[in-house]
């Protein structure tokens, strides 16, 4: 999905929330992150490394992806989902457009990407939780770790 249309998406399902009545908080988080996406495309390097931690009962693996221009262009482990910071915003906003229990969301005070996430659909149900953070983010010259198990210290 374009930066363009990933931007609109999230504006238009803040504006559908509010509208709803959905809780406040919802319609807040929603905001926040299509600011951040916008701070994002404005500061996003052209390549980068990033490595990230799933928090779910899915899966504890690393991930670490090398990304050029928008594309993941390395990935390991081999087989793996590649990450981009554009996927993890698409990730984090259909979960939180879905509703749900609980959830939070930090961000990079500089480029402003997701840093880490967590949702909880249903405080009723067991083990739907999930999440991830981010281990490592690297841009120019620096790297990130080529082993999935050093990507968490």
Not at 33 to 53: F, G, V
Not at 56 to 79: K, L, Y
Not at 117 to 136: R, S
Request: hydrophobic fraction near 45%; include cysteine; proline fraction near 6%.
């Amino acid at each position: 999905m374009s930066s363009v249309l990933r931007w609109v998406a999230m504006w238009g399902l803040a504006a559908v929330a509010a509208g709803c009545g959905a809780q406040d908080e919802q319609r807040l988080m929603l905001r926040e992150m299509a600011t951040q996406d916008q701070a994002w495309m404005r500061t996003a390097p052209a390549r980068y490394e990033i490595a990230i931690r799933y928090d779910c009962f899915c899966s504890d693996a690393g991930v670490r992806s090398v990304v050029d221009h928008g594309n993941a262009i390395d990935t390991a482990p081999a087989g793996a989902a590649p990450v981009t910071v554009e996927g993890l915003f698409a990730q984090a906003q259909s979960m939180l457009a879905h509703g749900y229990a609980s959830a939070s969301i930090d961000y990079d005070p500089a480029l402003g990407y997701p840093t880490q996430f967590y949702i909880d659909p249903d405080i009723k149900l067991i083990d739907e939780e999930f999440g991830f953070h981010v281990t490592c983010f690297a841009t120019g010259d620096a790297h990130c770790p080529a082993e999935p198990a050093t990507l968490d210290p």
